[in-house]
């Protein structure tokens, strides 16, 4: 049986997703949060609402806040959505609070779907290979763009890599880091005063394939929904 894969766009996208949806944000929520879990985190919390996101590190202040809006750090949290900052971290053991401009919008947002993953560079591999072990009917790729208003191009192209390694398809990985380079979202990790996006992040957020695991949306149905580690 051949999976049904299409493609959806921003909240509205992630709305009328079904199956088994990917939730894209690679600049830099599902690539930080591999990178979080990498590095140990015990629960990840994706909050779409920035009050609540406040409210619950409030209540729980040794959780680890992680977050942005407009891409840079909301004030008062502990880090910014940096995978660089992530891995200087140390959160082996840390509950984590993690609330986005986009990404973390649509994994809140993908009620109608029966499964909903986070999608990046950095587990691409992982992905496809638990998506052709589920074989599902429908697998609804949601590229959340630019502040889930604007498409952009590496969210585009890590569905694109998706798209064609499900269909039995070759993708050269050698070309996402030229192609990415230059990309709109990618000028602040070259820009000097834009030290909330260091250099690193785009490499790190660039290294395809780098994770052997998936991040699946479990207790969807709760307040509280965690990001599950399954490994791939």
Request: proline share 4%.
């Amino acid at each position: 049986m051949s999976m049904d894969v299409r493609c959806f766009d921003f909240v509205a996208g992630a709305r009328e997703a079904r199956g088994i949806a990917v939730v894209i944000d690679v600049f830099r929520a599902f690539s930080v949060a591999c990178y979080a879990t990498d590095a140990g985190a015990a629960r990840i919390h994706p909050v779409a609402d920035l009050d609540e996101a406040r409210r619950l590190k409030r209540e729980h202040p040794d959780w680890i806040a992680i977050g942005e809006r407009h891409a840079r750090r909301v004030p008062g949290f502990d880090l910014g959505n940096s995978p660089t900052d992530v891995v200087a971290a140390g959160l082996e053991g840390k509950t984590v609070i993690h609330t986005t401009h986009a990404g973390t919008q649509g994994l809140r947002a993908a009620a109608g779907a029966d499964e909903v993953l986070t999608g990046s560079l950095v587990n691409a591999g992982a992905l496809c290979r638990y998506l052709e072990r589920r074989r599902p009917e429908r697998v609804s790729l949601v590229r959340m763009g630019h502040e889930a208003i604007r498409r952009c191009d590496e969210d585009d192209l890590c569905a694109e890599l998706l798209e064609a390694r499900l269909a039995g398809r070759t993708f050269d990985t050698s070309i996402v880091r030229e192609r990415l380079r230059h990309a709109p979202a990618a000028e602040k990790f070259f820009d000097a005063e834009a030290d909330w996006a260091p250099e690193t992040d785009f490499e790190l957020c660039t290294a395809v394939d780098r994770f052997d695991f998936v991040l699946r949306l479990a207790d969807r149905d709760s307040p509280l929904p965690w990001l599950e580690r399954i490994p791939a």
